[in-house]
Structure formats: C-alpha cells, structure tokens
C-alpha cells in the first residue's frame, strides 16, 4: 500500500459543509433507492442470480491467466490486437502512441474508469490529440473541469442550474430545460462523433471465447464512438475477463438491475474485433488495452483477492451512510465508496486515503447490496489490521490494557464517575480529543453507578417475586 | 433453568436499566440470570481499529469466565458477533480456539435466546406506544438476528410499531468511527434522528446498546421528547 | 515493450494462481437462469410499449408496406438509408419507399466514411437478427450491407421483425450466439437511447436514434 497525505476526515468535513452540495447528492441518493425497492428489491430470484454470478467471478480469478491468453487469441483473431500494460502511465503511454502514430487528432470517449485510473485524458491533452467525453455526465463534468463523483453517475452531485450556467459559459446555449440541456449536449457532440479519428471506450465484461468487449450504456454515445471512428479502442482492467458468453449472461443477469435498476440498458453492445471483409462501417482497426496497475499484486493475496470479484455496478456506493453523506470526491480516488475504499489504496498508483479504511461504521449494507458476492467489512478489516502494523493510538492500547484487569478496568470507570460522571468537563477542556468529539452534538446520560452492583439486590427481588409474571 | 448474562460494558457503566431490564426478562420466561464478577469488555472496539491481537487475551478471560455456562445471554448483537469471532483469532492447534468454539456456539443475543433457544415469541410484555424500530447493523446485518426482534415486538401487548423511513440505514455511530470521523457520524446520526421524528412516533427500540446511546442522546442534545428504548426494556414493560 | 509487460503481468499471474485457496466456484458455472419461455408479438409489444420505440404489427406483405408509407409520413421521412436484409425485400421495403417519395440509400451508395454521410439522413430501416420478448428488444447484427451507422445515425430508426426471428430473452440469444463466429457487432437495443444524467430526470432520445418505430411481420 502506498503511504498519502490525502485525508478523507478533512475533505469529508468540508464536503458536509456544503450545503447545496448536500442537498443534490441527498436527492440523487433519494432516486436511487427508489430505482433499488423497484428492482433488486422486488426480484424474487436475486439470490439464485447472485449465486450464479458469484460462481462465475470466482471462476475469473482462479483462471485468470488462462481467460486473458484465451481473450488476446480470440480478439487478435477477429483482427483485433491486444496491449497489455503494467501500470498507468504505460497503459496511458501506449494508447498516446496508437494516436499519435497514426495522426489521430480528434477522439470521442465513452465512459470508463480506467481511463480515469491511468489519466488519459491529461495524457492525450499533453499530446495535443483533442478527446471529448460523450457520456452525458462525463461531458457536464469536462466542461466543468472536475473528477466523477460517482463510478455510474459521473455529474451525480452537478444540479441543473449547474449545468445550465456551465452550458452558457462554455457553449454559448442558454437552458434550464433539461430536455432542452441534453438536446444542447447532443447537437454538439454529434459533430463530434461524426468527425472523431477515434474512439475510446471501456469495457464492462470481456469474454474470452470469442474475444468480445461488451459495454452496457443508455445514451448510445458507446455505440457511437466504436463503431463511427475507423479506429476503437476499448480499455479494461485485467480482472473483467469471463470464460464464455454463457457466463457474461449471469453477470448481466445482475448488473444492470444492481447499477440502474433496469433489466437491461438501452444499448448493449458486443463488439468482437474490427470489421469484416465487406463490411462498410466499423473500426477499421480495433484494439483492447489490459490494465494491471497492481491487480495481479491483489490477485496474489489470499485474504484481499475477492475485491477482484467487482463488477463495478455502484450498488456498494448507492447503499453506504458514509458515500451517502459525503459524496464521491471526498474520497480523492477514481473510486470511491466501499469498493473504491478496499481498491484504490492497493492499486500501484494509488491516490486518495491511505487510512481510507478506518472512515467506516462497519454497518455491512455495502455486502448486503453486493451483487458479486464481496464481503466488503472483511476486507476492510484485514486492511485495518494490516495498517494496524504501523502502530495503533494511545486510547485503543490504554482501554485494552484496562480490559485485561477487571478491578482497574471497574476502577477506572469509578474515578471517571467522581470525577466528571457526564465527561462534560473533559469534553470542555479538550474539545478536538475522542470525548470532545463525541460530545458535539450528544448530551452523554453519564457515567452510571455499575450495573454489576445493582445486581445482587436485583436477583434477590426477582427470585422472591417467582419467575413468572 | 440458569443463563449467564453477557454486559457489555456500554450497559455495566452507561446504561445498567439495559441489563436490569434483561435480567427481568429472564426471569418473567423462568430462567435465572447469573452474573459471573469480572466481567470487562468484549473487545470489538480493539478488533475494528485492526488489533485483533489486543482482542486475544480479552477473549481468554471471556471464555474462562464463561465456560461453565449452558446458555450465555447478552443484550447486545454487536458484543454478540464479536464473541462469534473469538474462535478465529486462535490458530487451528490451539486450544483455545476449540474452547472458544464451545462458548460462541453458546452466546446468544437476547432476542435469539428468547426466539430461537426457548421458542418464545410472547414473553407477556404490555407497553402501550406508538415506537417506531431502529434495526440495528449489528443484530440485523452481522449478526442475522433482526427477525428475531421483529417477531417478539409483534408480541408486545399494547405496542404500535409504526414505519420508519430507511429502517436499515446505520445511526452512524461505529465505535471508533464516532470520535475519527465525528462530522460524518454526525452527519449520518442527524438523518437517524430525522426520520425518527418524522416518523411521529414515542418511542425509538433498537436491540443494541450503542445505538441506543447514540441515538438517545442526539435525541436527548435536540430536546426531542422520543423515548429511546432498549428491546429488553420494551420485554420488560408491565413486569415487576 | 508490450511483450515485456505481457509476460510480466502473464507470470505474476500464474505465481498467484499457483497457490491452494483460491475460491473454487461455489456452484456449477455456466448454470443459466431457466427462461420464461414466451416468443411472441403480445409479449414483445407490452414491454416494447413501455420503453419507448413504438410498434405496429402487420399481418400481410400489404399491411406491411403500408405501415412504412405511414411511418414515413409520420415522421416526415426525405431520404433513408437501408440495410440489405431478405425481410425488407420481403415487404418491397426499398421500392415501397421510393415510390412514397423517399430518397433511398443503398449500402452499395454509400460512402468511405459512413457515419458522417448519415447525419443528415431521416430515416435507417433495418432487419433484425432476432428480437427479445421478455426485454423487448431488438438484436442487430453487422455484416456487408447490414452497416452500424443506419440503425444509430438517423433521427429514425425503423426495424423489421418477423414472427420467425422472435426469442424469449438474452440467454437464449446468447445461446444462438455461442454456435457461430461472432459479428464484429452485435447491438442488442432495448428503448429508444436515453439518460438521467441531470438530476435523474429522464430524457429520452440522447446519442442513438431520436424514435425507434417496430414492424411486426406476422405472417413470416
């Protein structure tokens, strides 16, 4: 893991701080429960589902190697090429490369996360290739020069007035008609879709028998942006590989219900190498860049593996209190959440909190919700205790040290009690410490003579009384 | 018919009413409650800050003190789960980890021993208000005893449960997260006490200490006239 | 460079598969959810009609020529662009069409770059490869002269859907799938393209096709 000064505490307390901000995350999260109690919620068979798409996850990562050289020789033989790439920047460097070789000026992007992980954009920008978000909320929050808040909904914390002021000043259109402000969005990215050199997508499952990326989306700007450009390139991470088409049904048996609360999006796509001989349209050249970035690390490690599992239908996020009341850029990763709080600290290029693993309550809806089957509040724990390592804070040892002794631990509490039973003075003299904090916006009932006291009295007026009522 | 009481420390020195209200609801279902002396802490507040090892020397004193008892009964799920977890922080050859197999196996939350041990649901508990229930993370999620609580209130003569918006959504409060992350636990408990008193209800129950604490005393810092209410003290009401 | 990372990446993973613990498969892969079963028009409709495109089903080679003159004039359709299919030719899709005044594009006419040819084409009418009950969807599949941009270029996107062509749901699709070499795409489109994106207000008619218009053939 790597070590980060980022601090989730810090931006978490600024981000609650935001009023407006709230509000529009609290209305967004108010939508997707209502998508959840209508889908997930209400499938009769979502754990038989889970059940098969568990086992087929599992499948993934115990043949993991296997799946991947099966994958490269299916797609090269659809006349695609495959690229792997070790970290970020290589992964950023290659896909420059492609570009700039051959002369590619303008690219149209779907969204994908792991185009996020390894910086293409900045990295395309510095290159001087133009590349233009097409995902509606991907486009809001280019224009706006900001990170996604949310790995399915990228502008999930933009309000409409918002996005109407963003259109004015960078679009010179005037709206606050959010029918009228996607009309807006789609007039200007047709230009570019029918104009790209190339278009970038991700890839929500790989199938390894036939080489096929599959990418699921409502707006259609994916479909657009593979099959317009003469060249596609579809960008994954090395773990979104299925044996079989028969084993991608399961996971879509269960993805879009969990992400959107559809059946099935709009557009689902299955794109298997470059065009064929004779066919008019279509990638002309086709190529499927795969991402390590520390996953094979993840892969070797028995007690974190299961993260490699996700399959990145936000469910975990859209159900956690912490997500819910801070928002996805407090978390200062691509992903956020829980998933984002396992993954992100053990990728190589990590960002975000290291310590990202202590901000939880432990309350498991996030393993409730999981769709594949990730005991989040697991791995978050192993990760605890492997921080833990480094050393734990005086409070935690003095308390456990307390613990071992009954008559000091009792003692302990008895001098708390004569001294400050409602811990108001401790919380006065220092504010900023455990007890301080507590005690913000609690009025504590106090330090209680002991129930083990009360007891024998107890006992006696119970057994006299006669057991039952 | 005897049963050990498991008290979480929370309830030996915030909220003794917890373990009195246990212990007379033991004893209205003719099981006497025993309290073994020594009694300290479970622990799970040292294993959630990621020392399991902190935990280990606690367990042993946990299950010497207990080992002698039939059933062990404890108004807490999340102390509950955390002596469920006792047996894995012993090496397989390790004779402590069979020792704490034995009395895990025998720890029940309190709406488990009543349900499940003792097939009780009707303990005979009168209590005429209009509550609304807190199901708490660790006795739902973690500990899978939340339909235990359910069934038992069903029970209670006199008693409305009337619905809660987002039942299942934590109180925020997570041990140590309250005081390391004290803005968003605050945060995420006001929306608790929002939906509590929103829901017009007199009462709150939940099945865990914790939550009973942090949810009574944001009620209590607001000036809220919602009383919060632990299960046992709901099993309790119109005994003795 | 990339051979490096290849076998890099390939042997870390091979060292990290090696090992005992790996989570062996809790239940049977390749287990599929049983389908309902249902194949037909009543079926596809009623959820068709909730998604967006709409449908109209004809019940002769007649019934079928004039739902495309309608559709055309409803939606003030110049010039079309087709794909080369036996169930538009089924239906005299193209001559129908021109003689209704339709400007028409044949794969053949069109150009190097194909997409941006269509931006200011009305009107794509397709075939399908199959079509979906359960989800209500229509299944497309590329090849020479069944070209990407038509079903996804125009502002209209009409489909032809006979009888023969309709499957339950998406495991049977991809079990018809997994017999054959893949296409180079296969697009399964359920609705007309839409988003939630600004403040889960859903707008329909994005990226994709603005109205998606469905011809059942009854009788093929």
């Known amino acids: ?31 997707i429960r209502v998508l959840r109690r209508r889908s997930v919620d209400a499938m009769p068979d979502f754990a038989e589902r889970r059940t098969r798409a568990v086992a087929v996850r599992e499948a993934t990562l115990a043949r993991l190697p296997d799946l991947l050289e099966t994958l490269e020789a299916s797609v090269t033989a659809a006349g695609g090429m495959v690229h792997f790439a070790e970290d970020a920047p290589s992964a950023a460097r290659c896909i420059t490369r492609l570009l700039t070789d051959r002369d590619v000026k303008l690219v149209v992007k779907g969204k994908s996360m792991v185009s996020e992980e390894i910086g293409l954009n900045e990295a395309l920008e510095r290159a001087g290739i133009e590349a233009v978000e097409t995902d509606l909320g991907e486009y809001i929050i280019q224009l706006a020069g900001e990170k996604p808040s949310h790995i399915l909904a990228p502008a999930l914390h933009v309000s409409k007035e918002q996005v109407s002021e963003l259109f004015d000043r960078k679009l010179g259109r005037k709206s606050t008609d959010i029918p009228e402000m996607t009309r807006i969005a789609r007039d200007s990215l047709r230009r570019k879709f029918l104009a790209a050199d190339a278009g970038v997508t991700g890839c929500n499952i790989a199938v390894a028998a036939t080489g096929t990326v599959i990418v699921l989306e409502n707006e259609g700007n994916i479909r657009l942006s593979a099959s317009c450009p003469p060249i596609h390139i579809a960008l994954m991470s090395l773990e979104k590989v299925v044996g079989t088409l028969a084993d991608a049904a399961a996971v879509l048996d269960i993805l879009p219900p969990s992400a959107t609360g559809q059946t099935l999006p709009v557009h689902l796509s299955l794109f298997t190498g470059a065009r064929r001989e004779g066919e008019r349209d279509g990638p002309r050249e086709m190529h499927l860049v795969i991402l390590d970035n520390g996953r094979s690390k ?34 200062g990763s691509v992903y956020p959440g829980p998933m984002g709080s396992v993954l992100s600290p053990l990728l190589t290029d990590a960002a975000g909190d290291a310590r990202q693993p202590f901000a939880c309550t ?21 990760m605890r205790r492997r921080l833990s390592a480094e050393g734990t804070d005086a409070a935690t040892r003095a308390f456990a040290a307390l613990a071992r002794s009954p008559w000091m631990f009792a003692g302990a509490a008895a001098v708390a009690r004569s001294a400050d039973p409602g811990l108001t003075r401790v919380a006065g003299m220092a504010p900023d410490s455990p007890v301080g904090r507590f005690l913000r916006g609690r009025v504590f009932p106090g330090l209680s003579r002991p129930f083990s006291r009360r007891f024998k009295a107890l006992a006696r007026r119970l057994s006299r009384h006669g057991g039952r009522s | 018919m005897e049963a050990f009481l498991f008290i979480p420390c929370l309830v030996e020195h915030v909220l003794p009413q917890v373990g009195e209200a246990t212990a007379v609801v033991l004893s209205k279902v003719g099981v006497s409650p025993v309290l073994p002396k020594g009694q300290t802490c479970c622990g799970q507040f040292a294993y959630k800050r990621g020392r399991p090892d902190l935990v280990r020397p606690l367990a042993r004193k946990f299950i010497a003190l207990f080992e002698d008892a039939r059933a062990i009964v404890c108004p807490s799920g999340s102390c509950t789960a955390m002596v469920r977890r006792y047996p894995g922080l012993f090496a397989e050859d390790d004779p402590w980890r069979a020792r704490a197999e034995a009395v895990a196996a025998r720890t029940f939350e309190l709406g488990q021993y009543l349900v499940d041990e003792l097939a009780l649901t009707d303990v005979g508990a009168r209590l005429p208000l209009r509550a609304v229930l807190h199901a708490s993370c660790q006795t739902t999620r973690v500990l899978g005893a939340g339909e235990q609580t359910e069934r038992l209130l069903a029970h209670v003569a006199g008693l409305t449960l009337v619905p809660l918006a987002r039942p299942e959504r934590c109180c925020g409060f997570g041990g140590a997260f309250s005081v390391d992350y004290p803005e968003i636990s605050q945060a995420i408990l006001e929306e608790k006490v929002d939906d509590v008193i929103q829901s017009g209800a007199d009462a709150v129950i939940t099945a865990e200490p914790s939550c009973l604490l942090n949810i009574g005393s944001a009620l209590a810092k607001r000036e809220v006239s919602v009383r919060p209410l632990h299960l046992a003290e709901v099993l309790a009401g119109g005994a003795i | 460079m990339n051979a490096r990372a290849r076998s890099a990446i390939l042997s870390r993973l091979r060292a990290a598969t090696a090992g005992p613990g790996l989570p062996r498969p809790s239940a049977p892969v390749g287990l599929r959810r049983p389908g309902r079963g249902v194949a037909d028009f009543e079926t596809f409709a009623a959820v068709l009609a ?14 079928a020529r004039t739902a495309l003159i309608g559709t055309a004039a409803r939606h003030e359709v110049k010039t079309a662009v087709r794909w080369e299919h036996p169930d538009l030719d089924a239906v005299d899709a193209p001559s129908v069409l021109a003689g209704a005044g339709v400007a028409m594009i044949a794969p053949e006419e069109l150009p190097d770059r194909v997409c941006p040819s269509l931006a200011a084409v009305d009107m794509g009418i397709t075939g399908v490869a199959y079509a979906l009950c359960a989800t209500g969807s229509l299944i497309l599949a590329a090849g020479p002269g069944r070209e990407r941009g038509t079903a996804l270029v125009p502002r209209l996107h009409v489909a032809l859907v006979p009888r023969s062509r309709l499957l339950p749901d998406l495991p049977a699709l991809f079990d018809r799938l997994a017999g054959q070499p893949m296409p180079s795409a296969v697009n399964c489109v359920s609705g007309v393209s839409s988003t939630g994106d600004i403040e889960f207000v859903y707008v329909r008619g994005v990226h994709g096709p603005l109205a998606v218009h469905v011809i059942g053939l009854d009788w093929l």
């Open chain 1, 1 to 31: 893991m790597s070590a980060s000064k980022y601090d989730f505490g810090k931006a978490a307390a600024k981000a609650l701080g935001d009023r407006e901000s709230r509000a529009v995350l609290a209305k967004a999260i108010g939508h």
């Open chain 1, 298 to 331: 993840i892969l070797a490690d028995p007690l974190l593996r299961s993260i490699l599992k996700c399959i990145r239908c936000g469910a975990c996020l859209n159900v956690c209190p912490v997500y819910q009341s801070v928002g996805g850029h407090a978390y």
């Open chain 1, 362 to 382: 432990h309350c498991a809806a996030c393993a409730a919700a999981c769709p594949a089957g990730i005991d989040h509040p697991a791995l978050l724990q192993e």
């Open chain 3, 50 to 63: 909730t998604l967006g495109p709409t449908f109209e089903l004809a019940r002769s080679a007649e019934e």
